[in-house]
């Protein structure tokens, strides 16, 4: 029976050589050491004699019935298989090569610390291309017997290289015999390949909607891009947290309840353009230093209430992705991280529910706290120094000047009133704050007027 790739892994070691036969002769010799041997016999002029194909898997199955097959075309023509190889093997050491051999060498192996690619190697070029390309460029209309000289290879190896680094348009030779190799004008020849890796690349980005397109067919797909996927590391949950917090563009709900994941969640505010909206209860509250943060969290814009009990902690980005933690007792348990989808939405229909029912939070100028559908009315200074002021349509510089306060200031008490009104526009913010912090509109005249 022939051999096959699963059965030369299977064979176990013994204490003697074994043979596997395969077909034809050839066979794997497998020694007590754990070596493998292609090995192939056959008879020439009346003897039995063997050749040897290489080890294995440096000489895989195929391979090795590739080499039977021609040292079989060999033997059918009349010629000994294994002398042709030894003739061959031969040749490659011409007079030429031993001459060389005797004569002094430019030694190019790099020390240990320089053993980097060449600056030429993203190219395709290796350092003995880029090292006869440099020799060329130094002694012009070189032969190869002289470059191979210099270099210390075999006449044979620069031959090779010289064709290739022809090949990729670094040198060119002249028509006469013995070929002369000049090399090419680095701001040329150079450019030329960066253009060609560069098209190379434009043409591989090009694959990626079909690779896309293969990928959402896939079966893997499914698994890739689970709905609901659980977070066990705390590292992964860290990076997942803020990649989706950087990711947000438009809307963000919290449910915030003791223990805390992050202790600097929204530390630096939201971008002006994102709402953001945080229901806080009992359990929150009591953790220490919560006031604080909840009162720096309005003055950044963000929109806090309160529910006495919350069922669940979570965030919810966009509604598009979301983190559900599923202990609400320990904050390195695992993570729920949640994709679009029906359950999703579910969770922001809970969300707006609650915040319907929840209580407002707010703060005043001298950072009192106060709970309830009725928050505490404006301070004195936001209501004489702003709301006349926005009323007029007047812009934030004309309005911190006329007040005379700082553009901080100013951004603070303006996000204290749009808390307050919940109002959406500048103009909105302006026409309700006025109705009711100066309900005779004679007051509110007279105050811009002023």
């Known amino acids: ?16 050589p074994q043979r596997l036969f395969d077909a034809g002769g050839l066979y794997l010799e497998v020694s007590p050491a754990g070596s493998k041997l292609w090995r192939w016999k056959y008879r020439f002029e009346g003897k039995e004699k063997r050749l040897a194909f290489g080890a294995y898997p440096i000489v895989g199955l195929k391979a ?41 060498r430019i030694s190019h192996r790099r020390p240990p610390e320089a053993m980097a690619p060449g600056p030429l190697a993203e190219l395709g070029i290796d350092d003995l291309e ?18 191979a000289r210099a270099m210390g290879r075999s006449l044979r190896k620069i031959q090779l290289i010289l064709d290739g680094i022809e090949c990729k348009g670094l040198a060119s030779h002249s028509p006469q015999i013995p070929r002369r190799y000049i090399a090419a004008q680095p701001e040329l020849a150079i450019v030329a390949l960066v253009k060609q890796r560069q098209a190379d690349m434009e043409r591989a980005l090009l694959t990626i909607p079909g690779l896309k397109e293969e990928a959402s067919h896939s079966a893997e797909d499914d698994v890739r891009e689970q709905i609901v996927e659980v977070i066990t590391s705390r590292e992964a949950l860290g990076q997942i947290f803020v990649q989706i917090q950087q990711a947000m563009t438009s809307d963000v709900m919290v449910f915030q ?21 945080t229901i806080s209860d009992d359990s929150y509250l009591a953790l220490p230093g919560s006031l604080e943060a909840l009162q720096r969290a309005t003055q950044l814009g963000e929109q806090t209430r309160f529910f006495s009990a919350l069922p669940v902690k979570m965030l919810i980005i966009d509604r598009c992705i979301g983190l559900i933690p599923l202990s ?30 929840s209580a407002s939070v707010a703060f005043n100028d001298e950072g009192s706290f106060h709970i309830g559908d009725k928050p505490p ?29 700082s553009s901080n200031t100013l951004t603070r008490r303006i996000a204290e009133l749009m808390h307050r009104f919940d109002a959406r526009t500048r103009f909105q913010l302006g026409w309700q704050a006025a109705l009711e912090a100066f309900p005779e509109g004679s007051k509110a005249k007279s105050a811009i007027d002023a």
């Open 377 to 405: 009315r404006v301070s004195e200074a936001a209501a004489v120094q702003i709301i006349p002021l926005l009323a007029a349509g007047l812009n934030d510089k004309a309005i911190a000047h006329k007040a005379g306060i």
């Open 1 to 16: 029976m022939p051999l096959s790739n699963a059965t030369i892994r299977a064979v176990s070691l013994g204490a003697k």
């Open 257 to 277: 309840r003791a223990p805390m994941l992050f202790a600097d969640d929204m530390k630096k505010g939201p971008p002006s353009n994102i709402r953001v909206r």
């Open 328 to 357: 609400t007792e320990n904050p390195g348990g695992p993570c729920l991280l949640l994709r679009e989808s029906a359950l999703l939405d579910a969770l922001c229909a809970l969300f707006e529910l609650i915040w319907k029912q």
């Open 130 to 147: 880029e090292s006869v390309y440099r020799f060329l460029l130094s002694h012009t209309l070189a032969t190869a017997v002289e470059v």
């Open 64 to 104: 090795a019935r590739d080499k039977r097959d021609l040292a079989r075309k060999l033997l059918a023509q009349g010629l000994d298989p294994g002398k042709e190889k030894k003739l061959k093997s031969a040749a490659r050491v011409s007079p030429l090569d031993k001459i060389l051999s005797r004569t002094p």
